[in-house]
C-alpha cells in the first residue's frame, strides 16, 4: 500500500517550491547548486570545519595519488594508457605542460587533460574543499540531555557566526533540525529557536547568504506550514527580507 504525503498541490508545498517575485525582492538567490552536502554533528562542528577537511582531502590526495598520473589512472581518465609510469618521466611531462599549457594541450591532449583536471582538483581542495555544510541535530548528533543540546545550538551559532563575519563560511550552509513529530518536536523547535536567535545576535541580525534549515522526516504538509511560518516570524522580528532563510525538507 503506498500513500503520498505530500503533492506539489498541497499548499505546505507551495509555500516552499513557488517563489514570487513580490515576496522576494531583496533576497540574493543561488546563482549555482552545490555539488555535495556535508553533514557533520553540532557536537563536533566548528568554525574550521571546512579548512580541517580540506586538509584531510588534500593528505589522502598525496598519499593515493600523488601525481596526476597516479590520478589519472585511479579515475580512468581518457588516454591514461598513453602516460608514463616511470616518477622520472612523470616529472618531466608535468613540467613541461606546467612551462607551456597551451602547447600540451594541442600536442598531447591526454597528458594535458589528466594535468589540468588534477591542478583543478588540487586548487579545489585548497580553496573550498566544502560547498555546502549542515551542522546536524538529527541522525549525526542523537538524543542527548536539553542542557547539552541547548549549549551545542548556543555554540555552533557562535561559530557559524564567526565564520561570516570573517568570511570564510562556506557558499551554502545551515542546520537540519529533529523532525516535527510529536515526540521530537519541542526539542526541535527549541533548538532552531536557540541557533537562530544566537546567530543573529552575533552577527548584527544579519543572515548568510544561502542559510537553509533542513526539516527531516518529514509526515505531512503540516510540518512545512508550520516551519514555514516559524522561519517567516523570526525573519519578521529581525527585519530581514522574505525568504532570507531557506527551508529543506527530506521525507
Not at 609510469?85 to 598531447?108: C, H, M, Y
Request: charged share 25%.
Amino acid at each position: 500500500m503506498s500513500k503520498t504525503v505530500i503533492t506539489e498541490g498541497d499548499e505546505g508545498v507551495k509555500l516552499i517550491v513557488k517563489r514570487r517575485k513580490k515576496d522576494t525582492p531583496n533576497v540574493r538567490l543561488a546563482t549555482r547548486m552545490p555539488v555535495h552536502v556535508v553533514y557533520g554533528g553540532a557536537d563536533r562542528f566548528s568554525a574550521s570545519i571546512a579548512s580541517k577537511l580540506g586538509s584531510i582531502a588534500l593528505k589522502t590526495l598525496e598519499t593515493y595519488a600523488s601525481n596526476f598520473v597516479e590520478f589519472a589512472n585511479a579515475f580512468c581518465l581518457p588516454g591514461t594508457e598513453s602516460l608514463p609510469n616511470f616518477p622520472e618521466a612523470v616529472v618531466r611531462l608535468d613540467l613541461q605542460i606546467a612551462k607551456d599549457p597551451s602547447t600540451a594541450r594541442s600536442s598531447d591532449h591526454a597528458s594535458w587533460f589528466a594535468w589540468t583536471v588534477y591542478q583543478k582538483t588540487v586548487e579545489k581542495l585548497k580553496t573550498e574543499p566544502v560547498e555546502d555544510f549542515r551542522i546536524d541535530f538529527e541522525d549525526g548528533y542523537g538524543f542527548r540531555a536539553d542542557d547539552e543540546e541547548d549549549a551545542d545550538a548556543f555554540r555552533t551559532a557562535k561559530e557559524l557566526a564567526q565564520t561570516y563575519i570573517k568570511g570564510t563560511n562556506t557558499y551554502f550552509s545551515g542546520l537540519r533540525v529533529k523532525s516535527f513529530a510529536p515526540e521530537t518536536y519541542s526539542r526541535s523547535v527549541r533548538t532552531l529557536n536557540i541557533f537562530l536567535s544566537t546567530l543573529l545576535e552575533s552577527t548584527a541580525g544579519l543572515i548568510p547568504p544561502n542559510f537553509v534549515v533542513t526539516l527531516p522526516k518529514v509526515s505531512s504538509h503540516k510540518d512545512v506550514r508550520e516551519l514555514h511560518s516559524h522561519l517567516t516570524k523570526v525573519e519578521k522580528k529581525a527585519n530581514l527580507p522574505h525568504g532570507s532563510i531557506k527551508l529543506e525538507l527530506m521525507i
